[in-house]
């Protein structure tokens, strides 16, 4: 090429889950654009506007360059080489574990980390420090969608993929803005509806959303009652005999509590009280009976039907309740494993899955879906990194709640927040902030820009390296595995992650005088960081940790990645597999390699997942339960919080390009007409939220979006007036941990 043509570098994008295949445009060794791949069969070409501007993130004049230091929060931070930067940071974490025992250091990482990173820093934080304490942001968003596939179907990550869009007759979008969240992927949805009219879409949503334009039904109901609507659903479907009975006798076992085995005898009874009636008025009156009933009947007899949910069942005290009722639904009518019939979560960041869930990115979890307090798995990751048997503690660590309710404890000494910013993402953030601020905790940030938390928290910011200017692996929603060549240098001063992991541990080993640190990174050395390095540690995690895992992505390896448009699915064993595009549904025999070698039987379906020994799915009774705040006298608002389209999370990335910023400047609260002629708000007025945690300012828009009752605000704005997250509540489902952002109690004003 002549220096001044425009080079195309393949890879993905990396601002939402959707996984969109991508080229980036460099000219003169500058991104100049960014452009869909029309080959791919997840994106055919098209990318959204947030996708479409990403390369000016690149160029951005923010960029950081160099470490900066500050002994304590209250100084101003100075530049430092990289040397003395790793220097302080080995020395902090040392002295930490040297003081105050190994669980007195902490890392905090991404679904935005490629999959060598968050890999690598759990490698060095478990095999090394010997702490579990090893968490991430996938805790905001995926962890109930975790704990729903593992409870009903026994193995986490969907059973199909986008490809079933266009077989599918009904689609049911409950708890999720996929027009705004995951534009691409609703786009083969809108398709699909528009080339076939008959082809029912249900949305089921507290407020009338983007996504909401396509529905054929749209039921609108008071946050936190569709745990009701969902077990009316299942009402209507057992007393009209809509259910698959041959599959529930073949496949199904019925559970209630904690995993008590029930006939359907006793689960018809349990469903019993909740008739299309009783739903109805829990919902607040908005849903009619008949509406209830339709759904139920067009979900069952369908020729496919296709769930998409997200956030709205996620992050609620009951997310992974409202997860298995879906999953409920599919199971009783038999609308899985066939074309057209899935039961997809949505996954909440571009590599929630693959680095986080799959490579061992939360507490309780080490890489391969493995659970850290099983002792025979801890073991086999032993085994493959070559260090002592008994290294990797057996108590899972603090998850993300936990750990900074740690920090405001001065229990956390040292920690690594990695490609995150939780001074603006935590719910109740003014709490958690406090402790952040302080120093009794030494915190190392690895960012590409200056942030919030950089501010308010760091003592180092270590300037990183972004995407494709590193080589690297990210997994989407549908366990596709998708790698992104290095196409450019970072900034000068940049480094990449897998390096700074590797310098680091070097001198950590040292000032520890511990052999086993050094074991950790002794199959990384001598290596070059722009893809030898991490290619090594890719290799190390799919041919050792993921062999004969339900995530069995051996064959999956680099050179295969690059020669595949749109990656490879999981389970994907062998290159030869792997090199047809991978599984595209799980449990099949004839379409999934793990199915045929774990068939016990010979019934077509086989469900080998590692968290249900019967190798059978589970149908849960789970009753209507209410969010942990609901409107009171004080209070007499629900307050929800998501996002839109034109910006990712903290704006860290997306504030810095000067059209979307201009698309939506700032964020404002979305009050229904009713409420707002009620208390005298007009468009444009400026409103203050009050919880019982926080205050913020911001404009009206109002509008029919939220129920009447309930106002609405996105959670990107920066600004200390309109930071949400000082308004949210920190509750969280007892059992995936994760937060109740969409559901708070608040009151607001005209002021
Ligand atoms: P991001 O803006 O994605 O937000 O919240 P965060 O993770 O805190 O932060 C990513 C950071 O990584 C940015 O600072 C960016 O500059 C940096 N970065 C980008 N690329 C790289 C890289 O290659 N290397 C490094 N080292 N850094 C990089 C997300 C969290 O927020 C999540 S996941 C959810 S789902 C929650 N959603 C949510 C909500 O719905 N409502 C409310 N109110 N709050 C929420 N908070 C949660
Ligand atoms: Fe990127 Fe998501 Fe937009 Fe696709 S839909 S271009 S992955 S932000």
Redesign the pocket.
């Known amino acids: 090429y002549a220096a001044s043509e425009t080079v195309w570098h393949r890879g993905s994008c990396?601002l939402c889950g959707v996984g969109c295949r991508v080229e980036l445009g460099v000219k003169n060794g500058t991104p100049v654009a960014l452009r869909g791949v029309p080959e791919s069969r997840t994106n055919f070409g098209y990318v959204c506007m947030k996708g479409m501007h990403f390369w000016k993130v690149m160029n951005h004049a923010d960029r950081l360059t160099t470490p900066l230091y500050r002994a304590s929060k209250k100084d101003k931070f100075k530049p430092i080489s990289w040397d003395e930067a790793l220097d302080i940071a080995a020395d902090k974490f040392a002295t930490a574990v040297k003081e105050h025992g190994n669980d007195s250091v902490a890392y905090y990482g991404?679904?935005?980390?490629?999959t060598e990173?968050t890999y690598f820093f759990q490698k060095m934080f478990r095999g090394g420090l010997q702490t579990n304490n090893v968490e991430g942001?996938?805790r905001?968003?995926?962890a109930s969608a975790v704990g729903g596939y593992l409870t009903s179907f026994g193995a986490d990550e969907p059973i199909g993929g986008y490809a079933d869009i266009e077989k599918a007759d009904c689609i049911f979008i409950i708890g999720s803005n996929m027009a705004e969240a995951h534009p691409v992927v609703f786009r083969r949805v809108m398709r699909r509806k528009l080339d076939n009219p008959d082809v029912t879409v249900i949305n089921a949503d507290p407020r009338i959303s983007l996504t909401s334009r396509i529905a054929d039904i749209h039921l609108q109901f008071h946050p936190g009652t569709d745990l009701a609507l969902l077990n009316a659903m299942a009402h209507v479907i057992v007393k009209e005999k809509l259910y698959d009975e041959a599959f529930l006798k073949d496949y199904v076992a019925i559970k209630k509590g904690k995993a008590v085995s029930i006939d359907f005898a006793e689960y018809e009874q349990f469903l019993e009280k909740y008739t299309p009636e009783y739903a109805a008025k829990i919902m607040g009156g908005k849903v009619t009976p008949d509406q209830i009933r339709e759904v139920a009947r067009r979900f069952a007899t369908s020729k496919g039907t296709l769930s998409f949910w997200t956030?709205g069942l996620n992050?609620r005290k009951q997310g992974v309740w409202a997860n298995n009722l879906v999953h409920n639904l599919h199971i009783l009518t038999g609308q899985l494993l066939k074309e057209g019939a899935d039961s997809l979560s949505l996954t909440?960041?571009p590599n929630?899955c693959g680095g986080v869930r799959e490579g061992g990115g939360l507490c309780h979890i080490l890489p391969g879906h493995r659970l850290v307090a099983k002792e025979k798995l801890r073991n086999q990751v032993e085994e493959a990194w070559g260090i002592p048997k008994g290294r990797i503690p057996p108590k899972p660590g603090y998850h993300t709640m936990a750990m900074f309710t740690a920090v405001n404890e001065k229990k956390i000494k040292a920690m690594w927040v990695?490609?995150?910013?939780?001074v603006?993402?935590?719910?109740n953030c003014n709490l958690y902030n406090e402790g952040m601020a302080k120093d009794d905790c030494f915190m190392v940030c690895?960012?590409?820009?200056p942030?919030l938390?950089t501010e308010l928290a760091a003592n180092l910011i270590l300037p990183?390296?972004?995407?494709f200017e590193?080589t690297g692996v990210y997994g989407c929603t549908e366990r596709r595995s998708q790698i992104t060549r290095k196409a450019i240098d970072p900034p000068k001063g940049a480094k990449p992650?897998v390096w700074i992991i590797r310098e680091w541990g070097r001198k950590l080993a040292e000032k520890l005088n511990d052999p086993v640190i050094a074991q950790c990174i002794k199959p990384f050395e001598g290596l070059e960081e722009g893809y030898e390095l991490p290619k090594a540690i890719w290799d190390e995690y799919s041919q050792k940790l993921t062999k004969g895992r339900d995530n069995d992505l051996r064959g999956a390896s680099y050179e295969v990645l690059e020669q595949m448009y749109d990656g490879v699915q999981w389970p994907a064993p062998t290159e030869a597999f792997a090199l047809t595009g991978g599984t595209v549904k799980k449990f099949v025999r004839g379409m999934d390699p793990m199915a045929d070698s774990h068939g016990k039987d010979d019934k077509p379906y086989q469900f080998y997942g590692p968290a249900h020994p019967d190798q059978k799915l589970w149908l849960w009774q789970r009753p209507q339960a209410d969010p942990e705040e609901i409107p009171d006298a004080e209070y007499p608002f629900y307050l929800s919080?998501?996002?839109i389209i034109d910006h990712?999370?903290?704006?860290?990335?997306t504030g810095r390009v000067k059209e979307l910023l201009r698309a939506n400047p700032y964020s404002y609260i979305e009050v229904n007409p009713a409420d707002a002629k009620r208390m005298g708000i007009k468009p444009g007025d400026m409103v203050e939220i009050t919880s019982r945690r926080g205050t913020n300012i911001m404009p009206a828009k109002v509008y029919e979006g939220p129920i009447e009752g309930m106002v609405f605000a996105y959670?990107h704005d920066q600004h200390p007036d309109r930071m949400?997250?000082k308004v949210?509540k920190d509750a969280y489902d007892p059992g995936s941990k994760e937060p109740e952002?969409?559901i708070c109690a608040c009151r607001i004003k005209r002021v």
């Not at 990712?648 to 990335?653: F, K, N």
């Open positions: 990396r991404s679904g935005q980390a490629l990173e942001n996938p905001l968003c995926m956030m992050q909440g960041q929630a990695h490609c995150t910013s939780p603006q993402s935590l719910p690895t960012d590409i820009f942030t938390t990183t390296a972004f995407h590193k992650e919080t998501g996002r990712w999370h903290t704006m860290s990335m959670w949400i997250n949210t952002f969409k």
